[in-house]
Every structure is written in C-alpha cells, then in structure tokens.
C-alpha cells in the first residue's frame, strides 16, 4: 500500500452504498478497524459517523457507543455526539443521552444538529418526567451568549428572556439583562433597550462598564446623541 492509495475511499463508499441499501450490518463490518488502518484519511470521521449510523441501525447500540466512546473528539463534534446520546437511549440509559442532547443544543447552536437534539430532549422529557434534569444556567447561558455573539439576535434575546423568567433571583440575571439590551439594540429596538439599562439592571462594579457602554450606543442609534454625554 501506498501513500496514494485509495483504499480507504474505496472501504467507505462501498460501506455507504450497504447502509443506503438497507444493509447495515455489512456497512459496519466494513468499517470496522477503519480509523486505525487508516489514522490519517480524510473520511476519517465520516467513517466514524458512518459506522456509529450503521451500528444503530442494526439494532446494536452497545457497539455504536463502544466505537464512539473510542474517540477521544467525539464531544468535539455535534454529528457525533448526537449518535452518542442515541446510543444511550437505545441502549437504556436515557438520563446520560439527555445530558448530550444538552451539551449538542446548548454548547453548539449553530449546528443543523441542535434541531435534533431539541427534539430528543423534548421526548425524553415526555418519557422521563421527574427524572428529567434541566441543564444548569451556566449552560443555557452559553448557548444564548454563542447566538448573540453570531448575529442570531433574536434567538438569543429568546434565550436571555426565558431564562429571566424562570430564575429572576440567579447570580447571571445582570448578566442576562445586559444581553437583553444588546439583543434589543441589534434588532434595533433601543427604546426597551433604553428602559432597560436605565431601570431594569442595577449599577454594579462588575456590569456598570458595559451598561453604560450599551447605553451610550443606544443613544446614538436612537438619534438622541446629547443624552450620551
């Protein structure tokens, strides 16, 4: 074998042509020993994900998580992390896929996976009821803050709001009020941004520079430049 060699392509597509005809158990052992004949190929982590697919799809949620938990990026990477929390639920430990669920929905929003994860989680609430933990704030704070910090304005101002409404007395809730007003100034309503910096976020040493900060900004974009002197 060369280095030019196309063997790994040539083990991936045919095990991508089994998975897409209904054949997963033939996709899988296909795959199997792929990353570690083939450590430095560029379908690496499609391979993974492909063989993780297969393996759920054969009914064998055991060995999807074995080749996953493998991987020491999986946690890196939302397209696996979501196979990950599956093969937990499938696997009968849906409390640890309702914590990945979480971490893909929340540590990575911008991804097409958090849809899925949102959905998931929506189920396994359903399912589990009580049992069902709700992420710290700490993680929720995140997920708002990676928004707002992409320009998905509205999302995050959805974000900062419901976690006002439901934790009105947490440590964050400065720190969610001064995302409200960005988001607000951003999607150009700087009257409530206004009202919000003015009365609704108490000054403090730890928030007061950036309060003022983006209420200067918001008299200025409010055409009202001699009430930010």
């Known amino acids: ?14 095990a991508e042509a089994a998975h897409e005809a209904g054949r997963f158990s033939q996709a899988s052992e296909a795959l199997g020993g792929f990353t570690s004949q083939f450590p430095t190929s560029t379908l690496r982590w499609a391979a993974v994900e492909l063989l993780a697919k297969s393996l759920l799809q054969a009914g064998q949620p ?6 996953l938990l493998g ?30 669920f979480q971490e893909v929905y929340y540590a990575y929003p911008l991804s097409s996976q958090a849809a899925t994860a949102r959905e998931a989680m929506a189920q396994l609430r359903t399912e589990l009821g009580a049992r069902f933990l ?21 999302e995050a101002l959805d974000e900062y709001t419901s976690l006002l409404e439901s934790r009105q007395a947490s440590q964050l809730a400065s720190r969610w009020r001064i995302g409200r007003a960005r988001c ?12 919000l910096l003015t009365t609704g976020i108490s000054a403090t ?18 055409s009202d430049p001699a009430a930010a002197e």
């Open 1 to 14: 074998e060369t280095r030019f060699s196309l063997a790994d392509y040539a083990r991936y597509y045919w």
């Open 62 to 67: 055991d060995r999807a998580l074995q080749s």
């Open 71 to 100: 991987e020491a990026q999986v946690r890196r990477r939302p397209e696996l992390s979501v196979l990950l929390a599956q093969a937990y639920r499938d696997g009968g430990n849906p409390e640890e896929a309702v914590r990945i």
């Open 205 to 222: 040493p730890e928030v007061d520079p950036e309060r003022l900060g983006l209420l200067v900004e918001a008299y200025f974009r409010n």
């Open 184 to 195: 607000l100034i951003r999607l150009r309503q700087t009257g409530p941004a206004i009202e």
């Open 134 to 154: 709700e992420p710290p704030e700490e993680i929720r704070t995140a997920r708002a803050d990676i928004l707002a910090g992409n320009s998905r304005s509205q």
